[in-house]
């Protein structure tokens, strides 16, 4: 795997799959059974924060099963009832992001990000689209991704590979340093002129440390 490669598409759910499940069934019979009135009309169910929740779990659920277009509506839904729902916004940008719509992406990561500034996997996945075409705003997401979480091994990876194609290879050796520190399994990527300077530290290491 190249090291631009390091997964971050990733879905924010909050809930297991068994979860995620459930909430997405009693969604569906939310979606699909209007509520009726004392005099026989039909009307929406009453949207909810609950419904709202249950909605991006479905939404989750629906991406699980490769429904990515019903997936987007779906997050889409719970910005209507919820236009701050930051994980909704994340959502749509995974989905945008994967669908080859980097435009509609960043907006959503952006949109985000103005919830919750803080919100490490927005600040990476939109660091991740900005690395080739202005590395310089991608370090300084990347960075913040790393501040706000230390032990963002990717966030650190990533960090790592933008420096390095920036020339920096001082401070891209230590950001592949905190990469493998958070994540040994990461060592076998970082790029072979870092890879020694990188390797986790062992059991014996650190005895001879003493």
């Known amino acids: 795997m190249r090291c631009g490669q390091v997964k971050s598409w990733r879905l924010w759910t909050g809930l297991?799959?068994?979860?995620a499940v459930a909430?997405?069934?009693?969604?569906?019979a939310?979606?699909?059974?209007?509520?009726?009135t004392p005099d026989g009309k039909s009307e929406e169910a009453p949207l909810t924060p609950l419904t709202a929740h249950a909605l991006?779990?479905?939404g989750h659920v629906q991406a699980q099963h490769k429904d990515f277009d019903g997936a987007e509506?779906?997050?889409k839904r719970v910005l209507e009832m919820e236009p701050r729902n930051k994980l909704a916004w994340y959502n749509v940008g995974v989905v945008s992001a994967r669908d080859g719509r980097p435009d509609e992406a960043l907006k959503a990561y952006v949109a985000a990000l103005k919830i919750d500034p803080s919100f490490t996997s927005a600040l990476l996945n939109q660091?991740?689209?900005?690395?080739?075409?202005?590395?310089?705003?991608?370090?300084?997401?990347?960075?913040?991704a790393v501040a706000n979480n230390p032990k963002a091994s990717t966030a650190h990876f990533q960090l790592g590979d933008t420096l390095s194609r920036k020339g920096r290879d001082g401070e891209a050796r230590t950001a592949y340093r905190s990469a493998v520190a958070a994540d040994p399994s990461?060592?076998?990527q970082v790029p072979k002129k870092f890879r020694d300077a990188?390797?986790?530290?062992?059991?014996?290491d650190t005895g001879a440390d003493r």
Do not use: C, F, N
């Not at 990188?198 to 014996?204: I, Q, V």
């Open 16 to 19: 297991g799959a068994s979860a």
């Open 23 to 28: 909430a997405g069934a009693v969604t569906w």
């Open 30 to 36: 939310v979606m699909s059974h209007p509520a009726t």
């Open 56 to 58: 991006l779990q479905a």
């Open 73 to 75: 509506a779906t997050y």
């Open 127 to 144: 660091a991740v689209l900005l690395k080739t075409s202005d590395p310089d705003r991608a370090i300084t997401l990347l960075e913040r």
């Open 186 to 188: 990461l060592h076998s």
């Open 198 to 204: 990188t390797r986790p530290s062992t059991s014996s």
